[in-house]
C-alpha cells in the first residue's frame, strides 16, 4: 500500500465537472458521488478527470450503479490509457456513513483511495473543497472504525489551462455571465493593462514602506531589485536597430500574406471567368 | 428528442426567411466554461506530437443559439484497434451520459489544429455529413499554438449552404463551381463564440483564483516572433506549390481543351471539303462520324481541392497577420519601456 505525502493535486476541469453534474442532478438527490481519474506519482496524486455515477440513497441504505461505474471507466480508459481510479468525489459539507461504505467499495478498485468533497450547497458560505483519505482505527479484533483523514489540496494547471480559466474568469464580472472571445491587439491591451494593475499595486505598496506605514520586508525587496534589473540596459542604437530589423520582419510578412490572399482571389476570378 | 429536433427545424426555416448577417439557423454558440476546460485538457493530455485530437460536442439548440453543455472526446486511431468500433463507443458513451442527466442531443464535434491548417477533404466530409444529418451542427477547432501563446483560440464554423450544395451534387467541374458562383471565401463561415458560466462555476472561479498562485507566465506578452513565424510561413510555402502545382494541371487542361477545338475544326472542315469533292464526282457522301467518338475531351480536373488549398492559403494569411499585428503592438510597447531608461 502506497503512502503519499499529504498532497492532492486537482485541475480545475475536474471541479467544473463535479458542480456541472451537480446542476443536473436528478429530483430529490441530495447530493452526486463519481469517481476520480488520474495518475499516482511517488509524491503526490494528481487528479485529471472524473465522471458522475448514478446513485440512491435514503436514511438506511445506499444504492451505487457499480456496473455504470466499470463501463465509463472501461470508455474512459480507451481514451487516456494512463488515467486510473484514484478515488471518488461527494458534493456535500460531511462525511456520512454511507461515504464509509461507499469508500469501502472504491478501496476495492484502487488503492487507498481519496476522497474529495465539493460543498456546493455552500454551507459555510464557501465551497469547501477538501481530499481525505481514510484510516483504520480502533482497537483491533474488536470494534474497528475508519478515520478520514485530510489532506491538503493544491490546485494545477497546465499552461493553456491557465489561460483558459483565466477567460473563464471575466465571465464573473458580466451581469448575463456571458464573455465573447476578443481577438487581436485587444488582447494585448488586457494583458497590458493587467500588468499595469499589478505595477499600480507595487508602487503602493512601495509608497507605504517609503512613508512608514508598512515595516520594510527584505525578500520582496529583492524581488523588486529583480523587477528592476530585467529591463534590459542597452544602447539607444543598439536597441533601434534590434527594434527596426524586427518591424521590418513583420511588415514584411504582412505584405506578403496580404500579396498571397490577392493572388489566389485573382486566381480564382480568373478560373470561374 | 424528437419533439425538440421539431421544434428546431420549425426555428430554422423562420430564421431562413428573415435573414440577417448569417444565413444560417445558428447565429451564435454559447459554451460552458467545462466544455471549453475538457477540449484544452484532453489536447494536453493526449495531443504531443499527433496529428489531431477530436472530440463530439453535446448539447442543445433554444431560438437561434447553439448550446455546447458537454463533450467527449475520440479516442485516437491506432493500428492495433482494427475492430474497435466507433459508433459503438459513441452509443455506449452517450447511453451512459444520459443516465447522469447530461444532454445527449449530438450538436457537433471539435478538432485541434496545428499552426491553423485545418482546411481539408476530411474535415469538409465529416462536417458535411454532421451538417446534413444535423442542420445546425459546427466544428470547433481549437488552436493549441496560439492558445499557449496568450489567448484562447477557439472558432466555430459551418459549411455555407451553397457549399452543401455542391457536396451533395458530388459536382466539382469549374462549371458546376461557376454555376454556384462559390469562392474560397464563402466554404466556411464563421459564428460567433461566447462563453457562458453557470452561477455554481463562478462560485468556483471566484474559489480557485483565491486558492491558487498568481500565474507567473505571461505569455501573451512574450516578444518572441520568429519562430512561430518560421514554421507559418513554411505552412503557407507548401501550400502555396501545392496551389501552383494545381494551376499548372489546370493550365494544361484548358491548352489541351483548346488545342482538341481545333483539331474538331480542321477534321469538320476537311470532311465538309471532301463531300463536297465527291458530290461533285458524284459519289455518295461520306457518313458524318461521330465527332464526340473521334474526339474525345480531356477530363476536366476536379476543383474541389483547388478551393481547399486557396481557403486553407487564406486562413494562414490571416493568423500570420493577426499574430504580426500583436507583435507590433508589443514591440512598440518594449520602446517605450526602453525610452524612459
Redesign the interface.
Known sequence: MSVFGPVVKI???V???I????????EGASRVIGTLLGTIDKHSIEV??C????HNESEDEVAV?ME?AK??YE?HK???P?EVIIGWYATGFDITEHSVLIHEYYSREASNPIHLTVD?A?QSG??N?RAYVSAQMGVPGKTVGVMFTPLSVK?V?????????????R??VTP??????????S???G??A??QDMLTTVLAYIEDVLSGKVTADNSVGRFLMDLVNK?P??S?ED?ENM?NS??N???M??YL??L??VK??L??KL??L | MASRKESSSVSSTAMASTGGTLDSPVKQIQIEGLVVLKIIKHYQEEGQGSEVVQGVLLGLVVDDRLEITNCFPFPQHTEDDADFDEVQYQMEMMRSLRHVNIDHLHVGWYQSTYYGSFVSRALLDSQFSYQHAIEESVVLIYDPIKTAQGSLSLKAYRLTPKLMEICKEKDFTPEGLKKANIGFEQMFEEVPIVIKNSHLINVLMWELEDKSTVADKHELLNLSSSNHLEKSLQLLMDRVDDMSQDIVKYNTYSRNLSKQQQQKHQYLQRRQQENAQRQSRGEPPLPEEDISKLFKPPQPPPRMDTLLIAGQINNYCQNVKEFTSQNLGKLFMAEALQGHN
Open positions: 485541475h480545475p476541469v471541479l467544473a465537472s458542480c456541472d453534474s451537480y446542476e443536473r442532478r436528478n485529471t478527470n465522471f458522475s455515477v448514478p450503479d455504470f463501463n465509463m470508455l480507451r481514451v487516456s494512463t456546493t455552500l464557501k465551497m473543497i490546485y494547471y497546465y499552461d493553456t489551462e491557465r489561460i483558459g480559466v483565466d477567460l473563464l474568469q465571465t464573473r448575463s455571465r456571458t464573455k465573447g472571445l476578443t481577438s487581436d491587439l488582447q494585448v491591451g494583458a497590458a493587467r500588468v529591463v540596459t542597452i539607444p536597441f527594434l524586427n518591424i520582419d513583420l511588415l510578412v504582412t500574406s496580404n498571397t490572399q489566389i482571389a486566381s480564382e478560373v470561374l
